[in-house]
């Protein structure tokens, strides 16, 4: 699951499409698509609706008259992205922040694509984006990237509701039953297995806050997985801290790429970037 953003073409518009089969019926919807305005008491509704159809798909040299249609990146990337243009402060960014959806739906107009594509450029432009990230104390290795959305939450246990995640202020775990409630926090800590005796009891995890000697026991882990001889097994990082890096611009390589994409094909054809 992940982001999609496509853009109609103009070939029905500028008489380069073969005849709609109901040109009296033919409408770009709400969502920025083609489609047939259906009379509700027709009997003949689905037929006309498979005909649409079956002339969308090939009307013209634009399969369903989509210009361009890109995949943008999965939530995770997606949410990270979206988090680095609020780092911009000032507003520098708020075309792009207020245009991005937050669902797989909505379109925005050609003249705002005009504006977001020109904060892209500035996006580019930068030396660097701060992100936070969970990294193993030993080996100095990531086992996490914040993602803001999903308030960095990536593990928990559905027995407990015990959800373990970390933001700028450290790790964390809260109880997602209750409200979120905030069980634990720590910028450095140490973890602990401690194995279950009883036969079928799950293993649980002793957290320790290595700054103020608080712990928190519970049975949702950090994992990592590892290559081992084989295929792969799951460890549990002893020690653990928050850590702040710069990274390069190009990290968002992955999206920069197809929404420049999809907001040019947008300006160049008048027509709205479509979410989806
Ligand atoms: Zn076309």
């Known amino acids: 699951m992940g982001l999609d ?68 990146a999965d939530w995770k990337g997606y949410h990270a992205f979206v988090d ?38 500035l996006f580019k432009q930068q030396s660097g984006v701060i992100k936070t990230f969970l990294v193993n104390t030993v080996t100095g290795s990531i086992i996490s990237s914040r993602t803001g959305s999903e308030s960095g939450m990536f593990s928990w246990d559905g027995r407990t509701g015990m959800r373990a995640g970390f933001d700028e202020n450290g790790f964390f775990i809260v109880d997602a039953w209750e409200l979120n409630r905030e069980m634990f926090r720590a910028v450095r800590m140490s973890q602990r297995q401690l194995e279950s005796d009883e036969l079928g009891q799950p293993d649980r995890f002793e957290y320790t806050d290595l700054d103020t000697g608080q712990q928190f026991v519970c049975g949702t882990p950090v994992r ?11 460890e549990y990082p002893q020690q653990m801290h928050i850590e702040k890096r710069s990274v390069d611009v190009d990290y968002f390589q992955y999206i920069l790429e197809p929404l420049s994409h999809i907001l040019q094909v947008s300006v160049q054809t008048g027509n709205p970037v479509r979410w989806s």
């Open 5 to 72: 953003a496509s853009v109609m073409c103009n070939c029905y518009r500028d008489g380069k499409a073969k005849p709609c089969p109901f040109p009296d019926l033919y409408y770009v919807d709400d969502d920025g698509f083609p489609a047939v305005r259906l009379d509700m008491n027709d009997a003949y509704n689905e037929e006309k609706s498979d005909e649409f159809d079956a002339w969308l798909a090939s009307c013209c040299e634009h399969p369903y008259m989509d210009q361009s249609s890109v995949y943008l």
């Open 84 to 121: 680095a243009l609020k780092q911009g402060g000032e507003g520098l960014f708020s075309a792009l922040l207020a245009a991005l959806p937050d669902e797989n739906n909505g379109l925005i107009p050609a003249s705002i694509a005009r504006q977001c594509l020109h904060e892209l450029e």
């Open 224 to 234: 990592i997985f590892v290559k081992s001889d084989f295929g792969t097994k799951q």
